[in-house]
């Protein structure tokens, strides 16, 4: 197995100081991992590391480190990885690549920045995590990646071709990365959630009525579920509770281009229903 338990592994957890890696940075210490804990917003990052200490203090608990890290760039990064490779003796078990942006709107005003943003921080950032952490589970012999996808990383969702491009890369990414580790010890789980009740989530949100979201999914139930997976050495964990999602999965993964079609129906529908509410009545 490539992680075997939880309880004193040495586990880095980016995008930590909210949402799903704050959740998972929780579920680490919680079961007595010792959490390095990253992100690039300094302020969320030392309150979140605090809290952590404080529902530990008194209790059987591994270390809590914060780093602050921009994933986007390589040497921090590296140094990140390094630091971690300190807290306990020199080993390093688990990268959880939870650093992540949203953005959307339709292609015709989608800028170039926000599209290169979304590459660099959800694409880029799991590719020098990698890099960083692979040297020490070389050196091992075992380890494990968990990699946050999303089901846009699986599906063509209108409105949102930016993260979908920047998701379905660390689809591609993980799937081939596996086969090139084979046989080495270290695993990846790719994690595919629908919308989860996050910051990111509830930014997205107020800024376009053409996504229409409906977040079904807690941080938590997503950290609790991906643990366990990786500790069963799962590939993919797809989390799509509600039935629409489901379904277009399902029909996606048997005609890609009947998926796109009604993708594409439902969102003409969807700008349909806005232009007619913004209508002035006569």
Not at 112 to 134: P, Q, S, W, Y
Not at 163 to 177: E, P, Q
Request: aromatic share 4%; charged share 20%; net charge negative.
């Amino acid at each position: 197995m490539t992680l075997t338990a939880i309880a004193n592994a040495v586990a880095v957890v980016t995008g930590a100081a909210s949402g799903i890696g704050l959740a998972t940075a929780r579920a680490l210490h919680e079961r007595g991992a010792h959490v390095v804990l990253a992100d690039i917003n300094a302020s969320s990052l030392q309150e979140a590391t605090q809290r952590l200490r404080q529902e530990g203090s008194g209790q059987e608990r591994g270390k809590v480190l914060a780093v602050v890290t921009d994933v986007t760039v390589e040497a921090q990064v590296e140094a990140l990885m390094r630091q971690a490779e300190t807290l306990d003796g020199g080993h390093l078990d688990l990268v959880v690549t939870s650093a992540g942006i949203g953005r959307g709107g339709p292609i015709d005003s989608f800028a170039a920045r926000d599209m290169e943003a979304l590459l660099a921080i959800n694409f880029m950032g799991t590719f020098h995590c990698v890099k960083a952490a692979l040297p020490a589970m070389r050196r091992q012999g075992r380890g494990h990646f968990i990699f946050l996808s999303s089901v846009a990383g699986k599906l063509p969702v209108p409105a949102l071709s930016g993260y979908c491009a920047s998701k379905w890369a660390v689809r591609g990414f993980a799937a081939a990365l596996r086969a090139e580790l084979y046989g080495s010890g270290i695993g990846i789980t790719t994690v595919y959630p629908s919308w989860v009740d996050t910051p990111m989530v509830q930014q997205a949100e107020a800024d376009s009525q053409l996504l229409n979201i409906q977040a079904l999914l807690t941080p938590e139930q997503v950290a609790r579920e991906m643990l366990q997976a990786a500790l069963q050495d799962q590939h993919d964990l797809t989390l799509a509770p509600d039935r629409d999602t489901a379904l277009i999965l399902q029909v996606m993964q048997q005609d890609p281009e009947k998926a796109e079609e009604l993708m594409g129906r439902a969102f003409q529908q969807r700008l349909t229903q806005l232009q007619g509410s913004h209508q002035e009545p006569a």
